[in-house]
């Protein structure tokens, strides 16, 4: 066992695993539960069709952040694509009956 997971731990990743709508988070979900099963990183990129160092990077970030490391890192990605105005534009266009 990796982690050694207590039965609580264990049965939360597996609920958010099943509950998940993000297929990513379900991904990091099982990646921590076949760590902690005895898998080696090479078996878990295989079976789930990731990259290694996603395997590393999700146990790096449950190490130092606990389950909040289970949560998507890019929200602070940068500034919006779409700005305010092209929003609102949007929007109008969308309610415009189709010609």
Same mark, same amino acid.
């Given at each position: 066992m990796f982690f050694g997971f207590v #039965? !609580?731990?264990?049965?939360l990743l597996r609920k958010r695993a099943r509950k998940a709508r993000d297929g990513a988070y379900r991904i990091r979900c099982l990646i *921590? *539960?076949?760590l902690d099963a005895g898998a080696t990183p090479a078996c878990i990129a295989e079976q789930l069709q990731v990259a290694r160092s996603t395997i590393s990077r999700v146990r790096s970030r449950f190490l130092t952040e606990g389950l909040r490391g289970l949560r998507d890192h890019r929200a602070d990605n940068g500034q919006r694509k !779409? !700005? #305010?105005?092209?929003r609102q534009r949007l929007k109008a266009l969308a309610r415009l009956e189709p010609a």
């Open positions: #039965p !609580v731990t264990s049965g *921590l *539960l076949r !779409v !700005v #305010p105005e092209h």
